[in-house]
C-alpha cells in the first residue's frame, strides 16, 4: 500500500511563492484552471441549484480573498444549494478529506467511494481536498475531472494542490497516502528517512492548519514509523488521533482463517494484528474467533498457525506485488474505508478490530512512544479505545516482542525528525515492507 505519488511538500512561505517555486507549474496551473473557473460572489462562491435551477448573480471576487482562497476545481466552484433538497432531505454539515497521493492507485480507488456516499453515509456532504505532486499535476487535474463527471451528490468541493498547508486547512480527516516506495539499491533506513521527511513536513502542516479534532490515517509506508514522525510533528494534534493502517492485513488475515476453516469470511471475529505493518507483523489466532469460537478448538493445526497462517499474512503484499507489478490499490482501499467506518460506527458487541495507534498508556506493557497495530473499540464518535480483555501465551509474546524491536529500532533511526536527538540506525536486520521481498 505504500507505492503511490510521492507528495512533495513545502513550506508555509513557499505556499505563498509557489509561482517563483515552479514557474513552469504555475503557468500549467494558470493555463489549466482559469478557463473552468466559473464566476463567485463576494464569498468566492457561485450558487447555483442543481434541483431548481436557480442561479444567483455573481459578483467578482476581490483580488485580495482569491490569493487566500484554495483553488477549487471546475463544477466544485459552484456551491450546491442546500436548501433546495430542505424539505426532503436533512444533511449533516460538510466534513472536508484530504487525500494525499491523490493523483495514485489507492486513491483512485478510494475517491469515488468516498464522494459515493459509502464511507461516511448517504446524508453525509463532504468536501474533497487533493494533495499531489508537481510531477502528478496533470494527473490530479484528471482525478478531478472525473469526480466532475461521476456527479456525486454528496460531492461539494473538490481542491487540488501541491502544498499540504492548503491542502489540510480545516480538515476533519487526513488520508496521508502519498509515499515514495523504496527503489533498487534504497536501504531502509534511507527509505524510513525519504519518507519521514515528508510526514515531518505534513504534521507540521496538520499542526498548522487542521481541525484540532482531525484524524488522520496514515498509509504510506513505513507506515507506523510514519505515522509517529507525523504526530511528533503535531503536538497541538492530540497524539491519539494518528493511526498506522494495519486494516488491510486484518482482513488478509481473516481471509485466511475463513479459508482454512471453510467458513465464509463474515463468520471471522476478533483477529488482532500486533505490531508493524512489515513482515515482522503479529497476525494473532489465539484470541480471534471462528463462528464465536477459539480459531484453535477450529482450527487444530497449530503448526500451520504458527508457520504457515502467520507468514502468508505477513508476506500477502510482496506476493501481490509479484502477481500484479504494483502493490495492491483496490483492496488497500477498501480497507481504508474499513478503517474509517470502525471509527465512524460503533464496533458490533463483542468485536474490536485492529489499527496502528499510539501505544502511550496501553494495557498490554508494549513501549511507549510507538504506533503499533493494536485491538480497539469505538463507539462510532471518531474515537476508540484499546481492548482490555486480551489472553497472551508465549508464543504471542515472542512474536510481539520481535515486532517491536523492529518499531523501537526504526524510531532510533529517524530520532532527528521526532525531535528525540541524534539518529541512529542500528535496525537489527534488513525486515522488509511487506511488498518488498
Ligand atoms: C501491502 O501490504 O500490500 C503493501 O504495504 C505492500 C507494499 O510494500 O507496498
Given amino acids: 500500500m505504500a507505492v503511490a505519488e510521492l507528495s512533495t511538500s513545502y513550506t508555509k512561505t513557499s505556499l505563498h511563492s509557489r509561482l517563483s517555486l515552479s514557474t513552469r507549474l504555475a503557468d500549467h496551473r494558470r493555463l489549466a484552471l482559469r478557463p473552468r473557473l466559473l464566476p463567485r460572489t463576494q464569498t468566492g462562491r457561485v450558487y447555483c441549484s442543481v434541483v431548481s435551477n436557480q442561479v444567483q448573480a455573481a459578483a467578482p471576487l476581490q483580488a485580495e480573498e482569491a490569493k487566500k482562497k484554495p483553488e477549487c476545481y471546475g463544477v466544485f466552484c459552484l456551491t450546491y444549494d442546500l436548501k433546495a433538497e430542505d424539505e426532503t432531505k436533512s444533511w449533516k454539515k460538510l466534513i472536508n478529506i484530504a487525500v494525499s497521493g491523490a493523483a495514485g492507485m489507492i486513491s483512485n480507488h478510494l475517491l469515488f467511494k468516498l464522494a459515493s456516499g459509502e464511507v461516511f453515509g448517504p446524508d453525509q456532504p463532504i468536501a474533497l481536498k487533493l494533495l499531489g505532486s508537481e510531477r502528478s499535476f496533470q494527473a490530479l ?11 456525486f451528490p454528496l460531492l461539494r468541493e473538490v481542491s487540488i494542490s501541491i502544498d499540504p498547508y492548503d491542502v489540510f486547512q480545516d480538515v476533519e480527516w487526513a ?19 525519504i519518507n519521514g521527511q515528508i510526514f515531518a513536513k505534513q504534521g507540521k502542516a496538520l499542526n498548522a492548519v487542521a481541525s484540532r479534532n482531525v484524524k488522520v490515517i496514515v498509509v504510506g509506508n513505513p507506515c507506523n514509523t510514519n505515522a509517529l514522525i507525523c504526530l511528533k510533528n503535531a503536538p497541538n494534534i492530540p497524539a491519539k488521533n494518528f493511526h498506522a493502517l494495519t486494516r488491510l492485513d486484518e482482513n488478509r488475515a481473516k481471509c485466511q482463517l475463513a479459508l482454512k476453516a471453510g467458513v465464509f469470511y463474515d463468520k471471522v471475529s476478533n483477529v488482532t494484528i500486533w505490531g508493524n505493518h512489515s513482515t515482522t507483523q503479529v497476525p494473532d489466532f489465539l484470541n480471534a474467533r471462528i463462528n464465536g469460537l477459539p480459531v ?47 471509527l ?68 532510533r533511526c529517524v530520532a532527528h525528525l521526532t525531535g528525540e536527538g541524534v539518529a541512529v540506525c542500528d535496525l537489527p536486520e534488513d525486515t522488509m515492507l511487506p511488498g518488498e521481498m
Fill in 344 to 411: 465512524v460506527t460503533p464496533t458490533p458487541e463483542g468485536d474490536w478490530f485492529s489499527s496502528g495507534v499510539y501505544t502511550d498508556g496501553n494495557p498490554y506493557g508494549i513501549a511507549e512512544g510507538l504506533v503499533f497495530s493494536m485491538p480497539c473499540r469505538s463507539k462510532g464518535d471518531g474515537d476508540y479505545e484499546l481492548v482490555k480483555d486480551i489472553i497472551f501465551d508465549d508464543y504471542l509474546h515472542g512474536r510481539i516482542a520481535k515486532t517491536e524491536a523492529e518499531l523501537l529500532a526504526e524510531k
Fill in 296 to 342: 484453535k478448538e477450529v482450527i487444530k493445526d497449530t503448526k500451520w498457525l504458527e508457520e504457515e497462517f502467520t507468514e502468508k499474512v505477513q508476506k500477502r503484499g510482496g506476493v501481490l506485488i509479484e502477481k500484479w507489478g504494483r502493490s495492491s490499490a483496490a483492496s488497500t482501499s477498501v480497507s481504508i474505508v474499513d478503517a474509517i467506518r470502525s
Fill in 175 to 193: 488520508l496521508l497516502i502519498g509515499a515514495k516506495p523504496r527503489g533498487p539499491g534504497m536501504e531502509r533506513a534511507g527509505l524510513l528517512d
Fill in 141 to 151: 487535474e484528471g482525478v478531478a475531472m472525473e469526480l466532475e463527471d461521476s456527479l
